[in-house]
């Protein structure tokens, strides 16, 4: 049996922003974008504008993100998503979309395993690695 993983991100109402973000920050397009109005069950009036599931595809992965519609969210920094960049022309793209009000613990730099590396908490509280392959 074959499986495949895919990091879900849930927002506290902000996932549309996340989104419009992701999409700058990688160079790509949003494949899916529902809201919760676009579901069949009703919904409280506050939350129909909300992302009920997205999907953007970076590369050969997809990332899917959502908002909770309400529901508590814990932030907590016990998951990094990394992200493969091809050169560190790449990883510079990302990393200098990713830290614009977010938090860097580690800048873009060279390191012993790569010639681009960087740790960035984006502004949503998403922490990313990101390294360059080359």
Known sequence: MTFRVSPYLIFPGNAIEAIHLYERAFGVKATTISTFADMPEAVPEHVKHQVAHARIDI???????SDSAGSAI??????TICIHAKDSENAKQVYDVLQEDGEVSVPLQATSFSTAFANV???FGVTFQILAES
């Open 121 to 123: 908490t984006d502004q």
């Open 74 to 79: 814990h932030l907590g920094n016990h998951m």
């Open 59 to 65: 590369g050969e992965t997809e990332l899917l993100l």
